[in-house]
């Protein structure tokens, strides 16, 4: 089974500080992993995804994360905040290799940004 | 292109009524999925759809749920006898293939709400 954990259900910066959403997983066996962005009434919104190619991905909006298999980690970062970023962000896991795509999600880290 | 269709996006019921949500995937999209997002459960599995394969309704919370999907395109999702604790974002997404590695796309979710 596959779980995911989300360190901090809300994050506060100011705009053009460091973003760094945390998530670290859990999994029986090598998983995908994925980052995923809701704004308000809105669906989930890929930002990107770890599918066992480069540990470090880069995704849309300025955003990557890297995957750390040592720390079973996946955190996802952004170097300079902008207002735009504020939204809630969802860490997902799925199995890896040859199974079908059912998402293990996180629950989920409101990020607010200052001005 | 055209992303995921989901109707309708609001809907207000009193308990014990039937429910019908309907959910358009991406034009080719053989993939489709159900998932919940609820304040106290977060994010949920439903259930999942491949072509014509029997669906995993392993996520489905109760034997009032049921899903079809039609033609291997729209597919509905029917709550019999809604009780309160079925409020929720009902959300869908669909994926180009059946592999866990595709990333699926979502709708914007329908917002049920019980009185």
């Known amino acids: 089974a596959q779980s995911v954990t989300q360190l901090g259900s809300h994050v506060s910066v100011s705009e053009g500080a460091l973003v760094l959403l945390r998530c670290n997983y859990s999994?029986?066996?090598?998983?995908?992993l994925f980052w995923y962005v809701q704004y308000p009434n809105q669906g989930l919104q890929l930002l990107l995804k770890?599918?066992?190619?480069?540990?470090l991905v880069k995704g849309i909006n300025g955003f990557e994360a890297e995957f750390k298999k040592s720390e079973t980690s996946f955190h996802l970062t952004k170097p300079s905040a902008h207002m735009s970023d504020a939204a809630e962000y969802f860490c997902?896991?799925?199995?890896?290799?040859?199974?079908?795509?059912?998402?293990?999600f996180g629950q989920g880290t409101i990020l607010t940004v200052h001005p | 292109g055209a992303g995921v269709s989901q109707s309708p996006s609001n809907k207000v019921t009193e308990k014990g009524k039937d429910v019908e949500l309907r959910c358009d995937p991406i034009?080719?999209?053989?993939?489709l999925y159900w998932y919940r997002q609820s304040l106290g459960q977060g994010l949920e599995f439903l259930i999942y759809?491949?072509?014509?394969?029997?669906?995993?309704k392993s996520g489905l919370p109760s034997d009032r749920f049921s899903a079809e999907r039609t033609g291997g395109s729209v597919s509905t999702l029917t709550i019999q006898r809604t009780q309160q604790e079925d409020s929720a974002v009902y959300l869908c997404?669909?994926?180009?293939?059946?592999?866990?590695?595709?990333?699926?796309?979502f709708g914007d979710g329908t917002r049920l709400s019980i009185l």
């Open positions: 997404a669909s994926s180009s293939d059946r592999y866990s590695n595709q990333p699926q796309h």
């Open positions: 999994s029986s066996v090598p998983p995908y």
């Open positions: 770890y599918t066992s190619a480069a540990t």
């Open positions: 997902a896991v799925t199995r890896g290799g040859t199974s079908y795509g059912k998402l293990t």
């Open positions: 034009s080719g999209h053989t993939a």
């Open positions: 759809f491949q072509g014509n394969s029997a669906p995993d």
